[in-house]
């Protein structure tokens, strides 16, 4: 929980954790929102075939800049080496 991160970060002492534990199961505001999970990430729609829809990225690796285009469909991923990261030198 962050309050309580954040109460480690600030202050201590001897039975700090129970007591900051019982702070917080009593809280009003905390009871309220921790009954609020994230939903997981929801799976994708598989692509209708192979580079219908794609991912991509421009990465700098040792100081040397690639373009990472990965096809959602295969997941077969392509890393060329780029001069720039212009327009021209990307779309190219």
Not at 28 to 53: M, N, S
């Amino acid at each position: 929980m962050k309050c309580q991160r954040r109460a480690r970060q600030l202050l201590w002492w001897p039975g700090c954790s129970s007591a900051k534990d019982e702070l917080i199961r009593k809280c009003d505001i905390c009871t309220k929102f921790r009954k609020y999970k994230h939903q997981p990430l929801a799976e994708p729609c598989l692509p209708d075939g192979p580079w219908v829809e794609l991912g991509s990225d421009i990465l700098d690796f040792k100081g040397q800049l690639y373009l990472l285009v990965v096809d959602y469909y295969t997941r077969w991923i392509e890393v060329r080496a780029l001069c720039s990261m212009s327009s021209t030198e990307v779309i190219q």
